[in-house]
């Protein structure tokens, strides 16, 4: 891929997504973990542990190609992304639980993404990673800089600048969703050679992995007893990664657009995803609702039924 691209683009994309996120994020966001432990421990197990444990069997199931393989671990490692907040509005989940998730999630991904992603080049050693080299000491601070740091500067710019931060909350999130775009349209047209035998490869395991995530993210918390709203906030946070994370770190810091591609497949298939997946649970919700009040109404004194 084009030198100026993978030095300065990809790392600035993702470093202005990265701010907004902190734009939108005060030290109170950390702090609101403390109201909800159960639900943020179920979420994190999802998180971390159920959805690498996911993708590693779709990966086997579809004997996918080493490269691709990692590029789906790598994706599963990826912490959720701001539009996961939007989708968490628009679904009537609970948008505190999701900012609250975001941070955590923005933190823990500095340590979780090179430790599953090392254990993904280490296992499947793709001959396009040039020997299996993965993130070493150096790398694993570049991946730090990127996530982490425009996190950072996004909070103290709120915390010191309140006004310039809520005018600019719109602007950036327009601007991130472009990016987002434009990272996508990049990944794939550097590959764009072998760009239908990739999607053939990976698009059903994309669509598989990322359909499981939101129903991992909603039903495992309703099974331990966590409200209708909270578990919506969790289905959003957890099925819908930020794939620019993963396609910066596999481009820009694993120098392999290969690796970007499950990423980009997943960023063009997620909204629609999630979208639809949305509109089925609150569609069931509002049923079954409608259900209980009939029968509730049915019950008053002075009602018979048919």
């Not at 683009?9 to 403390?34: E, K, N, Q, R, Y």
């Not at 444990?53 to 490269?67: T, W």
């Not at 990127?146 to 950036?172: E, H, N, Q, S, Y």
């Amino acid at each position: 891929m084009d030198s100026a691209l993978v030095s300065v683009a990809l790392p600035l994309a993702l470093a202005v997504i990265m701010f907004g996120l902190g734009l939108s994020l005060t030290t109170a966001d950390f702090a609101g973990i403390a109201r909800h432990p159960k639900t943020v421990a179920i979420a994190l197990v999802c998180q971390l542990f159920l959805l690498p444990i996911a993708a590693f069997g779709l990966v086997h199931l579809f004997d996918l190609p080493a490269v691709l393989a990692v590029g789906v671990m790598l994706l599963a490692a990826s912490p959720g992304g701001t539009t996961a907040n939007l989708f968490s509005h628009l679904f009537h989940g609970d948008v505190a639980l999701n900012v609250s998730l975001t941070a955590l999630n923005s933190v823990i991904a500095v340590i979780s993404i090179p430790l599953v992603t090392n254990f993904a080049l280490g296992y499947f050693d793709p001959p396009e990673t040039a020997g299996g080299v993965g993130l070493q000491f150096g790398k694993v601070v570049q991946v730090f800089a990127i996530v982490l740091i425009p996190v950072v500067i996004g909070m103290l710019v709120r915390r010191w600048r309140t006004g310039f931060a809520d005018r600019m909350d719109r602007p950036v999130r327009i601007g991130s969703g472009l990016i987002l775009a434009l990272v996508v349209i990049a990944a794939l047209v550097a590959e764009r050679a072998d760009l239908v035998s990739y999607i053939v490869d990976v698009g059903a395991v994309i669509v598989l992995f990322c359909l499981i995530s939101l129903t991992v993210g909603y039903f495992v918390p309703r099974w331990f007893g966590v409200v209708e709203r909270q578990a919506i906030a969790c289905s959003m946070e957890i099925g819908i990664h930020n794939s620019t994370v993963a396609i910066t770190i596999a481009i820009s810091v694993l120098d392999s657009t290969e690796l970007a591609i499950p990423a980009a497949v997943y960023g063009l298939l997620m909204n629609p995803l999630a979208a639809a997946f949305g509109w089925l649970v609150t569609r069931g919700n509002r049923g079954g609702q409608s259900a209980v009040r009939e029968a509730a109404r049915s019950a008053e004194p002075g009602r018979t039924g048919n």
